[in-house]
Antibody, heavy 121, light 108 residues
Framework: QLQLQESGPGLVRPSETLSLTCSVS??????????WGWIRQPPGKGLEWIAS???????NYNPSLKSRVTISRDTSKNQFSLKLSSLTATDTAVYYC?????????????WGQGTLVTVSS | SSELTQDPAVSVALGQTVRITCQGDSLRSYYASWYQQKPGQAPVVVIYGKNNRPSGIPDRFSGSSSGNTASLTITGAQAEDEADYYCNCRDSSGNHWVFGGGTKLTVL
């Protein structure tokens, strides 16, 4: 059974860079036609797709965040990561990782449980 | 366009049918997927593609699409269906994904 688990700091300071990791078990991030993505949700607000990395290593970024975001992977650890720079309070959110297959009828599943990141001094 | 529009809130009487809609230009080219999110929990996919239900999702959930509008229908809504529902779709480029703003469903 495929499972994803986010990890990272719960509190980061404004202007710093956030680093999050998603650990995947029950399947390989480098096999199959899958994307591995990051989605966030500010408190009380909706979902926002941030970025995805394909099993081959190619990347896709939300245009509104592209200048501040880097998604990468470590196939030896079966993990993928997110870096978000120049943080402000508006980046405070629950950050989720999820798998989404490269198929015409695509979907995000499964999701990790999410990790709350607070940007505050 | 890279926007998906949903009604912020919808209510339904227990046992009745409710339709939640999602509008956006990219829906003319791509199917939507739909997610149910309960407080404090991660979203769960309930419908994807033309009208596909993942294993474990009750058959009272169904999906449809016409033009620039995708719909999630719950036939015989139950108390446990009270949640936030989000649609998702690729944008017109096909290289990015977009979520709708979400619909809060209240079961009366």
């Amino acid at each position: 059974q495929l499972q994803l688990q986010e990890s990272g700091p719960g509190l980061v300071r404004p202007s710093e860079t956030l680093s999050l990791t998603c650990s995947v078990s029950g399947g390989s991030i480098s096999s199959g036609s899958n994307y591995w993505g990051w989605i966030r949700q500010p408190p009380g607000k909706g979902l926002e797709w941030i970025a995805s990395i394909y099993y081959s290593g190619s990347t896709n970024y939300n245009p509104s965040l592209k200048s501040r975001v880097t998604i990468s992977r470590d196939t030896s650890k079966n993990q993928f990561s997110l870096k978000l720079s120049s943080l402000t309070a508006t980046d405070t959110a629950v950050y989720y990782c999820a798998r989404h297959p490269e198929v015409y009828e695509d979907w995000f599943d499964p999701w990790g449980q999410g990790t709350l990141v607070t940007v505050s001094s | 366009s890279s926007e998906l529009t949903q009604d912020p809130a919808v209510s339904v009487a227990l046992g009745q049918t409710v339709r939640i809609t999602c509008q956006g230009d990219s829906l003319r080219s791509y199917y939507a997927s739909w997610y149910q999110q309960k407080p404090g929990q991660a979203p769960v996919v309930v419908i994807y593609g033309k009208n596909n239900r993942p294993s474990g999702i009750p058959d009272r959930f169904s999906g449809s699409s016409s033009g620039n509008t995708a719909s999630l229908t719950i036939t015989g809504a139950q108390a446990e269906d009270e949640a936030d529902y989000y649609c998702n779709c690729r944008d017109s480029s096909g290289n990015h994904w977009v979520f709708g703003g979400g619909t809060k469903l209240t079961v009366l």
